[in-house]
């Protein structure tokens, strides 16, 4: 079911079951091989999104800028910021989180 205005996008709802045990089931010397090419991202073979909170943040996709378009400002969220809001180990500097002053 189409619904007006909405961005046609596909999503990857998860990994695949295979990626997930070839990954596991890796060579130690192998993964540090990867991590130092991937660095975090190979830990996102594990997170399983909330489908329903991206459907309504798709709403506020700008496609042409790549932004999260609100009423009074524009979001860009980063993959450090992605990786800490669901708890994934980051290498480097801790997130920034705004606080209300």
């Known amino acids: 079911m189409a619904v007006p205005n909405f961005p046609n996008t596909q999503m990857v709802t ?9 990954w596991v089931n890796i060579k130690k010397d192998h993964e540090l091989e990867i991590r130092k090419l ?14 329903y909170m991206i459907m309504a943040l798709l709403k506020f996709w700008d496609p042409a800028r790549l932004v ?21 180990p980051f290498q480097g500097r801790q997130m920034i989180v705004p606080h209300k002053q």
Request: glycine residues 10%; charged residues 25%; hydrophobic residues 45%.
């Open 38 to 51: 991937l660095g975090g991202l190979t830990f996102l073979l594990f997170v399983e999104p909330n489908r």
């Open 14 to 22: 998860k990994a695949n079951d295979l990626l997930k045990r070839w």
């Open 68 to 88: 999260f378009k609100f009423r009074d400002f524009e979001l860009t969220p980063t993959l450090e910021e992605i990786g800490g809001f669901v708890n994934l």
